[in-house]
């Protein structure tokens, strides 16, 4: 479904993606990890056109998305979130939602007059559907600077999901969250598998990476140094040197 | 001939425009917001000492300049207090739009202390002449640059070889971590308006005397040709508000030769020119932050 | 009462003005050039009408559409520059656009009368509502229709999707893009829409006064522009018209009653000092907007 060939991204002297090769199937969810600075958030950023890329390519479902804007990306199916929240503060949770329907599902569904109008009936029962999936319902009018962490970090994933994704990239979801949200957010993230959504995750947070992923690629100095199952990942020996350096003692 | 000669007296009298632009961009690097009040208040300055000389004739030139350059220097910490101390930096808006009233006030004030007309003001030996070869070199164009020279060169021993210099350089650059090593961020930026005010004052009255004239209409005009040196030659970059200075000084003279309507339209031509191909002006970094 | 009638003409006209930057300024975009296409507005309308002869009620609309695709085309360039460059790069298009009509001439003989723009005398006899016996109150009225119709639109706007979409734009890009926002959509038109605005604004303003002129369009009156909708607060239409009402009304108009003199533009620019040290959000910010929603509107989603 998607796949990076040779991707690199080079800030001036500094390669903070080199020549990566990364696919993922439909359906699939996938890990992505790495120490600080491996690339892992840039690489999210390419994929989504945030940043240029330097050399190597992007295709999504067989289509060359390396020089496509963001919000080509969103409209083609691919929803991002944030490492730290880009929320819109001054919208409410409702508005949050609301200006993210924008996938090319729902500029067929209305057409152009009747999206920008906002739509009664449809466009508000999927806000409605959203809202409830996100245990958000009763903050609906709240402003979205006003939610607790928990709540922001919620609103973040629903309104990627509000863009009716077919791929999901999740930039670093469990970063502050304890094992019992950390527990929660595994599971939403294997409902959404069951919606049929693929999903790339981010983390450090090794217990959702290795409980929620069936597949890992590691990354490196922007070079990709291992992939395979959870359990391959746990046992190789460069990962381990990567994140704890050579000499460690386990 | 006439060319050359008008493009040598541009760049005299630009190195005013300079000082203005450098003025602009120091307060921008410092406090990364644009302080519009800034030719106004330079402006204002030259007018105060317009005063002082037509009560006191007996003043002697330079002394004259002093006031205006040092009143200047008032108003730049009156808009400091007036414009940036007391509004949160998270409301960029909020700073522009203080400045932007206080440059609507002292635009006022000059028009009603000027009785809506050009005042005369002292100039410096108007009518000597340095005949250099084929050229004929005013006296006081010259008086303009030396002067101005020496002021930049004092305002550069200052960033560079003081204990406040080094600390505007470095609440310029991390403003945080320069409050965490003592330096105080109000004291500081204060300075820093009333230095820029200082040179502004001085550059009002260079201009004044070069004219002979103190021109009601100065604030907006000079507001607008300040803003454009200091786009031209980068936002935060003293080099740069420099040749930018002189750039559009030469420009201006050379182009009055062929007629006024061209020297307006070709000066706003360049400033189109230059946001399009180099938004970050010729030295400076497209990093702004606001 | 005469006198309350060109007032209420003076706060409709300005309230249309401030109105324009509204929408431009909710997209992140600070711009000085609101007053350029004022004037295209004004000399277009006035053009129109004094020279060719045209209906009022189709002069409006043809300036405010030579205002919006002049707009329209200024917002492309417009889209490079972030915050403070982009002021800049709108006062010098504010500049020029003034320059260009302190040059403009366009003359008709009309009888003996010479009509039509001449530079920088600017232009006079805009003589529609006089030749036409309009009263004070029929000109004020005729100008509060279209205030209060762009009002109602820009109301709807606020509370529809584009209003939302317009804000998320302004709050943060990186985020609008991520989430499927055309940037370069929502900004352009929003200039487009600013510069129709104006434009309607513009026409109905030379013809109140009718006599326009250069100087009349420079930096003050763009600030103006901004400065009633950044006061008032960019959360809701009204304030837009409260900070005129306030400014316009009580100081301009009212105090100089006391104080005496040319006294208009100081307390102006005091003013706007002391509003923003003490209200930086504007007086009707996000908080008291919802509030005042909540007072009147029982509605689920805001």
């Known amino acids: 479904m998607l796949e990076l060939k040779g991707l690199s991204k080079h800030f001036g002297g500094v390669r903070a993606v080199d020549g990566l090769d990364f696919a993922v199937r439909e359906g699939e969810i996938v890990g992505l990890i790495g120490p600080n600075g491996s690339g892992k958030s840039t690489t999210v950023n390419l994929i989504c056109g945030v940043f240029p890329v330097t050399s190597g390519g992007i295709a999504f479902r067989g289509r060359d998305i390396t020089r496509a804007p963001p919000h080509v990306c969103l409209a083609l199916g691919i929803a991002r979130t944030f490492q730290n929240i880009r929320l819109f503060n001054e919208l409410t949770v409702w508005q949050n939602l609301w200006v993210a329907q924008n996938s090319a599902k729902h500029r067929k569904q209305r057409g152009f007059l009747g999206r920008w109008v906002g739509g009664r009936g449809e466009a508000r029962r999927s806000v409605e559907r959203h809202l409830e999936f996100s245990a958000l319902a009763k903050k609906r009018d709240e402003l979205a600077g006003n939610l607790s962490f928990g709540e922001q970090r919620r609103l973040e994933l629903a309104r990627a999901l509000a863009a009716e994704p077919e791929l999901l990239l999740l930039d670093e979801p469990a970063a502050g969250m304890n094992a019992e949200e950390v527990g929660q957010l595994a599971d939403r993230i294997r409902s959404l598998q069951g919606q049929g959504k693929t999903v790339v995750l981010v983390e450090h947070v090794m217990e959702l990476v290795m409980g929620v992923t069936e597949r890992i690629a590691v990354l490196n100095f922007g070079r990709k140094i291992a992939e395979g199952s959870p359990s391959e990942i746990q046992a190789n020996r460069a990962v381990r040197e990567a994140y704890l350096g050579t000499g460690a003692k386990i | ?290 | 009462m005469d006198y309350l009638y060109g007032l209420a003409q003076t706060i409709g006209v300005h309230t249309i003005l401030g109105l324009s930057a509204y929408v431009v300024l909710q997209t992140g975009q600070v711009t000085m050039a609101q007053a350029a296409f004022y004037a295209v507005g004004a000399y277009v309308a006035a053009m129109l009408t004094t020279v060719w002869g045209v209906n009022i009620l189709l002069a409006i609309p043809a300036a405010a559409a030579v205002a919006c695709a002049l707009a329209g085309l200024a917002g492309f360039p417009a889209l490079r520059f972030k915050g403070l460059m982009l002021v800049v790069a709108t006062m010098a298009l504010g500049e020029a656009v003034r320059e260009f009509f302190f040059n403009f001439d366009y003359q008709i003989a009309k009888g003996d009368l010479k009509v039509g723009p001449a530079g920088a005398e600017g232009f006079r006899q805009i003589r529609y509502f006089y030749e036409r016996g309009w009263t004070t109150a029929e000109v004020a009225g005729f100008i509060w229709v279209f205030v209060i119709g762009i009002m109602a639109l820009l109301w709807w706007m606020d509370r529809s999707r584009i209003g939302a979409v317009l804000r998320a734009v302004g709050e943060d890009e990186l985020a609008a893009q991520s989430v499927g926002i055309n940037l370069t959509a929502v900004k352009v038109s929003a200039f487009a829409l600013g510069g129709a605005i104006a434009g309607v604004g513009g026409a109905l303003y030379a013809h109140y006064t009718t006599h326009v002129e250069h100087t009349a369009f420079g930096v003050v009156m763009a600030t103006f522009a901004i400065a009633y909708p950044i006061l008032g607060g960019l959360s809701s239409v009204f304030g837009t018209l409260i900070a005129v009402l306030f400014i316009q009304g009580l100081l301009i108009q009212g105090l100089p009653i006391l104080i005496g003199g040319e006294l208009r533009n100081l307390l102006f620019g005091l003013l706007i000092l002391l509003a923003m040290n003490i209200r930086p959000r504007g007086l009707i910010d996000e908080r008291v907007a919802r509030m005042l929603r909540g007072l009147f509107v029982r509605s689920r989603n805001a």
Not at chain 2, 96 to 102: E, F, K, S
Not at chain 2, 129 to 146: K, M, Q, S, T
Request: glycine share 10%.
């Open chain 2, 1 to 290: 001939m006439v060319l050359i000669q008008a493009i040598i007296d541009g760049i005299l009298v630009g190195t005013t425009y300079a000082l203005i632009g450098i003025g602009f961009t120091l307060i921008f690097g410092v406090m990364h917001k644009l302080n519009l009040a800034f030719a106004a208040a330079s402006i204002a300055g030259a007018f105060l000492s317009l005063i002082v000389w037509q009560n006191l004739k007996w003043l002697p030139v330079p002394a004259v300049f002093l006031i205006a350059a040092l009143g200047a220097g008032v108003l730049g910490y009156v808009i400091y207090v007036a414009c940036f101390r007391f509004i949160p930096l998270k409301s960029p808006l909020a700073t522009l739009m203080a400045t932007v009233g206080m440059l609507i006030f002292l635009d006022e004030v000059v028009t009603h202390v000027s009785d809506g007309k050009a005042q005369d003001y002292p100039g410096m030996l108007p009518t000597a002449r340095w005949v250099l070869g084929p050229l004929d070199l005013r006296v006081d164009y010259l008086l303009v640059f030396a002067i101005s020279v020496v002021a930049m060169l004092l305002l550069l021993a200052l960033l560079f070889r003081t204990r406040l210099g080094i600390a505007t350089r470095a609440v310029a650059q991390q403003p945080v971590a320069a409050q965490l090593c003592g330096i105080s961020l109000d004291r500081t930026n204060a300075a820093t308006f009333v230095i820029s005010g200082v040179l502004g004052g001085l550059a009002g009255a260079m201009i004044g005397s070069s004219a002979e004239l103190l021109s009601n209409l100065l604030p907006l005009q000079l507001t607008v040709k300040g803003l454009i040196v200091t786009v031209i030659g980068g936002l935060g970059s003293i080099p740069g508000a420099v040749v930018a200075g002189l750039l559009v000084g030469a420009f201006e003279k050379g182009l009055e030769t062929w007629s006024v309507l061209a020297r307006d339209l070709c000066v706003m031509l360049l400033i189109f020119v230059f946001l399009v191909a180099k938004p970050a002006g010729i030295f400076g970094k497209l990093n702004v932050r606001d």
